[in-house]
């Protein structure tokens, strides 16, 4: 069975400093994903990591694969209080995703 | 349409009573998944199709839940004998083909058992 794990999964950070949410995965796949969900919304696409070394960025966001540790990071620079949400990573092995429990992000003044 | 459209919005029902909740595709996605998404959890997969038949089912918790997808575009998701554990967000999506990309999610049904 697929597990997906997302660490932290509450993050309270200050305006303009940087961090990184981790997800790890237990099954070999070379397909990942990173959704953003704001509350009481749906999920909104960010990143699609295809191949081991994939690397995408995206304003202040940026994720990147390594298939052989079978580890994905997201990593937030200079952060602003705009990015406040929960980000989901997930897994495809099958043809769907497999989600982790999502990091919630709260980025203060 | 412009994006993945799913109806009811909101749905507010009994212990007991069936309820259809449906999903309408992004036009040309061959792909169609159902998502359950609880509060403060990951989506959690129930089902998805390739066309009109479904690819795998395996997320789907027991024989109360079923799903159609009778002319691969349009999909129905069915729960019958509804229980207070069934309440929440149902998620749909879809992609151009399973494996193939992205996902891209509906605003999700939000069902209430009382």
């Known amino acids: 069975e697929l597990k997906v794990e997302q660490n932290p999964l509450f993050l309270s950070m200050q305006e303009g400093k940087n961090y990184t949410i981790y997800c790890n995965y237990s099954t070999t796949s070379d397909r990942l994903y990173w959704y953003r969900q704001d509350p009481g919304k749906s999920l909104e696409s960010l990143f699609v990591l295809l191949s081991n070394g994939a690397v995408k960025q995206e304003g202040r966001l940026m994720a990147s694969l390594d298939t052989k540790a079978r580890l994905s990071t997201l990593h937030i620079t200079a952060a602003v209080h705009d990015l406040s949400a929960t980000y989901f990573c997930?897994?495809?092995?099958?043809?769907?995703?497999?989600f982790g429990k999502g990091t919630s992000l709260l980025v203060t003044p | 349409g412009a994006g993945v459209s799913q109806t009811p919005s909101n749905k507010v029902t009994e212990k007991g009573k069936y309820v259809e909740l449906r999903c309408d595709p992004i036009s040309g996605h061959t792909a169609l998944y159902w998502y359950r998404q609880s509060l403060g959890q990951g989506p959690e997969f129930l089902i998805y199709f390739q066309g009109t038949g479904a690819a795998d089912d395996s997320g789907l918790p027991n024989d109360r839940f079923f799903a159609v997808r009778p002319e691969g575009s349009v999909s129905t998701l069915k729960i019958q004998r509804t229980e207070r554990g069934d309440s929440a967000v149902y998620l749909c999506?879809?992609?151009?083909?399973?494996?193939?990309?992205?996902?891209?999610f509906g605003e999700g049904s939000r069902l209430t058992v009382l």
């Open positions: 997930a897994v495809d092995i099958t043809g769907a995703l497999n």
């Open positions: 999506a879809s992609s151009f083909s399973a494996g193939a990309g992205e996902l891209f």
